[in-house]
Each structure stands twice: as C-alpha cells, then as structure tokens.
C-alpha cells in the first residue's frame, strides 16, 4: 500500500485534444477534380448503392458460426423469438413451482 503525502500529490491526468483542422476549399477541390476524373474516364466511376447492398446482404450470417448453423436448420429470427419465448415461460413456471414447494 503506498503512503499518503502531502508532498507528492499525483496531479489527475490532462486531457488534451488536438484539432483536426479542416479546409473546406481543399476538399471542394478534391472533390471536384474526382469528378473531372470520372468524366474524362480516368478513374472508374463510384457503383451505385444496389450493388454495395448486394456485396454486404449476407455476409454478416456467413461469417458467424451460431447464425450459419441455425440458418441450415431453416430457423430464422421469429422462429428463434418463438424458442426464447417457451424458455422465458417455462423458466418461470419452474421458479413459481419451486416457490410454491419450498413456502
């Protein structure tokens, strides 16, 4: 255990933040000289929002191992809602009959 001192007194820590400073006219012309890219054909243009919604839809189930099982078994969320569901009653049909029982 340390000492308490009246010399030594641990001052708390600082917070410091250093600004992300900002030029709205370097980005205006970033901006701009992408678009004159895109339009001269130098640089392919951004795809669409469908086409970043199919890449994504999906992948979050492929990735994790519980929700790729329960998928291949055919359950889908109401399925698993309606499982939770029965657990919470009989969890609570128990406790009320070990109340009832031990009273």
């Known amino acids: 255990m340390g000492v308490f001192s009246f010399y ?3 001052k708390p820590r600082q917070f410091h933040h250093e600004p992300i400073y900002f030029d709205p006219h370097k980005e205006e012309m ?6 004159i890219r895109r ?7 951004a795809a669409d929002a469908e086409e970043y919604k199919s890449r994504i839809r999906g992948t979050f189930i492929d990735s994790t ?10 359950e889908d969320a109401k399925s ?5 569901g029965k657990l919470i009653i009989y969890a609570v ?3 009320l009959l070990l109340w009832f029982l031990f009273k």
Do not use: F
């Open 39 to 45: 339009e001269m054909g130098l640089e392919e243009q």
């Open 65 to 74: 191992n519980h929700l790729k099982k329960s998928q291949m078994k055919g």
């Open 93 to 95: 049909l128990l406790v």
């Open 30 to 35: 970033d901006a701009r000289k992408q678009r």
């Open 8 to 10: 030594n007194v641990r």
């Open 80 to 84: 698993r809602k309606y499982k939770n």
